[in-house]
């Protein structure tokens, strides 16, 4: 099932130009990426900017322990909760977070603002991205992707707009069929989804495979704070 766009028409002149950026910045990095990957060298991306639970959860113990040298590596690896967001293992992946967000942020953007809509993205996908780290600090493959920010989103459209019918095609072998299904309906099929992100995975060397980390718990909790979120913002 494949979500193509709403219903809504909102009047106004604004653009979704976070949005547009958004889509375009993360196809570019994938790009690198690729580059990378025939290079053999995408591991050292993954490592540098992804985020791995059981580095920052050691270096806090360290913190508290009034370790100066862990507070400096610390603040260096906290930039991996937002570089994190914008880089993804697989084909699948990006192209299921672009289209969720291309279909679902479009309008979101379009009441919030665009301030108020790159806030709600970036704060959203770190708070995910440290509930993942509390539920499982002991992981050491990096986490990556904008699934949690993608969650949020999804989250606080359901809540602004929950008898909003979402335009979608389901393909029957070589049929596509248009069908128009409630945006609710994405809470459950988005965390199904999540199950398919292994298809077209990128080449990390040594092994590493980042989509195999994915916490469902942690979606679950991004779909939460979307709209807990949603419900605190002001529309402009």
């Known amino acids: 099932m494949i979500p ?27 790009l ?35 370790n100066l040298a862990a507070g400096i590596f610390l603040l260096s690896r906290s930039t991996s909760l ?26 979101l953007e379009k009441i919030l603002g665009h301030g108020q809509f790159i806030g709600f993205y970036l704060m959203c996908g770190i708070l995910t991205e440290i509930i993942q780290i509390l539920a ?4 050491t493959i990096p986490l990556i992707g904008a699934n949690g920010a ?17 335009d ?19 809470t459950f099929w988005w965390l199904v989804q999540q199950l398919f992100y292994g298809i077209g995975s990128l080449s990390i060397p040594g092994g ?4 195999t980390s994915i916490n ?3 979606q679950i909790a991004g779909l939460i704070i979307g709209a807990t979120a949603m419900r605190q913002l002001k529309p402009r």
């Open 82 to 107: 937002l570089t994190a967001m914008f880089i993804h293992g697989s084909f699948s992946q990006i192209l299921g977070n672009l289209l969720f967000l291309w279909v679902f942020g479009r309008n």
């Open 168 to 186: 979608t095609v389901m393909p029957l072998l070589i049929v596509f069929i248009p069908v128009q299904l409630p945006a609710v309906f994405y």
């Open 32 to 66: 690198w990426e690729l580059k990378l990957e025939i290079e053999g060298i995408l591991g050292n991306l993954v490592y540098n900017w992804g985020l791995i639970p059981a580095q920052m959860n050691g270096a806090m113990g360290d913190v508290l322990s009034s």
């Open 4 to 30: 193509i766009s709403d219903n809504i028409f909102i009047v106004t002149r604004k653009k979704p130009i976070i949005v547009y950026w958004l889509i375009g910045i993360n196809i570019a990095l994938f």
């Open 136 to 139: 499982d600090p002991s992981l």
């Open 208 to 211: 590493v495979n980042p989509l």
């Open 150 to 166: 993608i969650a949020s989103i999804l989250g606080a459209y359901v809540y602004k707009f929950p008898k909003v019918k979402i």
């Open 216 to 218: 469902y718990w942690a």
